[in-house]
């Protein structure tokens, strides 16, 4: 069959092309297994950030019926590529010109920052067939309160960008993705690594501390932040009104 993630790297940042349209990118196990190296291929290379697009009319349409009705399904793969989506040092985001169902919410939810066009459609399918939205519920109650998106993961209906946005869902809708995650990548870019990096695990960690523990934990960091090479650098060259150089991290 050949590759059905395709990988690229330019500006330190990596982008995941899923490219499996003979049906519709679903979460096949050929699919997963090359996510993973993809995924090992952007950290050994030291990329600032990682994009996981798509080709076709569909980001991704959840797990592939044919494998799964062949045989006992083995999810430990899947499960591990949403782990390392969520918690690898580089931001990730999701960019989406195509519909997204099923175990594919997952995949996007598990990013940092989605973008998505906005005439894309979701749906939570899993109940249609016979089955829950189980694995995937985890990176997607993270974005979500239940009761916003209890609806969709109940009934399977169909809902629009819209509704994802306003459910946080998704974070961007727009009507030309690819400048929309140009403009971001900017941002990341422009920012110093290590302090972007820090600020994705506060991002996960601090909501899961009580409120005094949170403020010394991060009264930790913050003290440590100031105290490093970047934020001098970054204070200097603020004053003196120029770039920063950043130290290089892996």
């Known amino acids: 069959m050949g590759d059905i993630v395709g990988y690229g790297y330019e500006r330190g940042v990596a982008t995941l092309t899923l490219d499996s349209q003979h049906n519709r990118n679903a979460l096949s196990r050929q699919l997963v297994a090359e996510l993973h190296e993809g995924l090992d291929r952007a950290e050994a290379a030291g990329a ?21 009705a062949a045989g006992p399904p083995d999810s430990g793969p899947f499960v591990d590529v949403l782990r390392r989506l969520m918690d690898t040092e580089r931001p990730t985001i999701a960019a989406v010109d195509g519909a997204v169902r099923a175990g594919g919410i997952g995949l996007m939810a598990a990013c940092d920052v989605v973008v998505v066009r906005r005439d894309v459609t979701f749906a939570l399918t899993e109940v249609r067939i ?8 985890v990176p997607i109650l993270r974005r979500v309160a239940p009761p916003a998106i209890a ?3 109940l009934t ?10 306003s459910m946080h869902l998704v974070d961007v809708v727009a009507d030309d993705v690819a400048s929309a995650v ?7 870019l422009a920012g110093s690594p290590a302090a972007v990096a820090a600020t994705k695990r506060l991002l996960h960690r601090v909501p899961t501390l009580p409120r005094d ?11 440590a932040l100031f105290a490093s090479d ?7 060259a603020f004053a003196e009104k ?9």
């Open 48 to 68: 600032r950030a990682v994009v996981l697009t798509h080709v076709g009319p569909a980001f991704c349409a959840g797990a592939d019926l044919k494998e799964r």
């Open 130 to 137: 016979g089955v829950a939205a189980a694995i995937i519920a």
């Open 151 to 153: 609806t969709a993961m």
């Open 156 to 165: 399977g209906a169909p809902f629009d960008a819209e509704a994802a946005r």
């Open 182 to 188: 140009g403009a971001i990548l900017d941002g990341l």
């Open 213 to 223: 523990d949170a403020f010394t934990e991060m009264q930790a960091l913050s003290e």
């Open 230 to 236: 970047d934020a001098r650098e970054g204070m200097a």
């Open 242 to 250: 120029r770039t920063p150089a950043w130290a290089v991290t892996s």
